[in-house]
């Protein structure tokens, strides 16, 4: 969203950017679209916050020639037809904040606009980057039901789907669990593990806000070597509600102490400030950031280039303790070597990521 201020007045303004979706959801060709491809770092360039419906878009129009009605004591005729363009999405993201704030007169603007964005649909054939947005669809195609069901507190996230460990079957390591982002606006997600052969029940383990988790308290084994065997669910957590549990997944494994590695998941633990690098490493498009935060507070992962050039900006926000796992989409960028650095109120710390396609 812009903010810019009236010269005459001195009144701030903020104003949300919208493209033009066509009836199968996707970017309407020829609309606006952004140039840019960091709306965080650049918004100025990267400005679509929100698609709308825009392409044969049902309207009213004076004097087509072919009239439906009259409506006006002159005569004019009025037609039904069918327009295209961002001149009918545009009101409908009016009309959504609009009808937001009936609900609420209390919302700020960047209350509505985190409704609206964070309840859009991914839509599209265009890919979405590690902050759920690409240049052609912004943060997606709006959903005013989703935005106010949110609002009231009666959305509850879609459960995560097709959990599987990454890498079952591969003895010593730790199992890295992986699922099928929530289709609602969720914020992060919950791990649960539970021992089956112990009895013990799920009780949750970490918080991410990515789709990947690898729990370090446990390596892989087989059946006949393994204590226990772990099983794993993930919830959706946004705007106050959860989820369901997802699917199961299971592995055989021991506690990581007995194996010589340390248990970073026990709950005696002190979480660190650590950095521990990025998987896959070379990497192709994707590649995924984790780190660990010993205390709740606002964090910032940013990307420069090896002149130290601003490229992204990829998480901006709070984070509560422990490990965190953040994707990084490379596919607009060039081959090369970038760094990433992780800063909080009292830490940073940087690495090198390298893109190769």
């Given amino acids: 969203a812009y903010g810019f201020t009236d010269t ?68 004019s005729t009025v037609t039904m037809a069918k327009a295209e363009g961002t001149s009918f999405s545009a009101p409908m993201v009016s009309a959504t904040v609009a009808l937001l704030r009936s609900m609420d007169g209390t919302l700020s603007v960047n209350d509505i606009y985190e409704l609206i964005t964070r309840s859009a649909d991914k839509t599209g054939t265009n890919s979405y980057d590690a902050n759920g947005w690409n240049q052609f669809m912004g943060y997606g195609r709006l959903d005013a039901g989703d935005a106010t069901c949110f609002l009231d507190g009666a959305c509850v996230p879609a459960a995560p789907t097709s959990l599987e460990i990454d890498n079952d079957g591969m003895i010593g390591q730790n199992p890295i669990l ?89 709950e005696s633990v002190v979480y660190a400030f650590k950095l521990e690098g990025n998987h896959p490493n070379p990497f192709t498009s994707v590649t995924r950031l984790r780190f660990s935060i010993p205390e709740s507070g606002y964090v910032q992962v940013v990307v420069r280039d090896v002149l130290g050039r601003h490229v992204s900006t990829i998480l901006d926000r709070h984070l509560e303790e422990g490990f965190h796992d953040v994707d990084f989409d490379g596919s607009g960028l060039v081959s090369g070597t970038y760094f990433y650095t992780v800063m909080t109120d009292s830490n940073t710390e940087s690495n090198i990521m390298v893109l190769q396609k």
């Fill in 8 to 75: 005459s007045t001195g009144e701030f303004f903020q104003t949300i950017a919208v493209s033009a979706s066509m009836g199968n959801d996707d970017f309407r060709t020829g609309w606006n679209h952004s140039p840019g491809t960091d709306p965080i770092g650049d918004p100025t360039n990267a400005f679509i916050d929100i698609a709308a419906p825009g392409d044969s878009t049902v309207a009213l129009t004076r004097d087509q020639g072919d009239g439906v009605w009259t409506l006006f004591n002159d005569g």
């Fill in 178 to 266: 992986v699922w099928n982002r929530s289709v609602n606006p969720t914020v992060e997600y919950e791990v649960y593990r539970a021992e089956i052969v112990a009895s013990t029940p799920f009780s949750k383990i970490a918080t991410v806000t990515g789709t990947t988790y690898t729990d370090l308290s446990v390596t892989i084994s087989n059946s006949t070597d393994g204590d226990d065997k772990y099983s794993y669910k993930v919830k959706a957590v946004g705007y106050g509600s959860t989820s369901g549990f997802s699917n199961e997944a299971q592995s055989w494994g021991e506690e990581a102490f007995k194996s010589g590695l340390a248990s970073a998941q026990d």
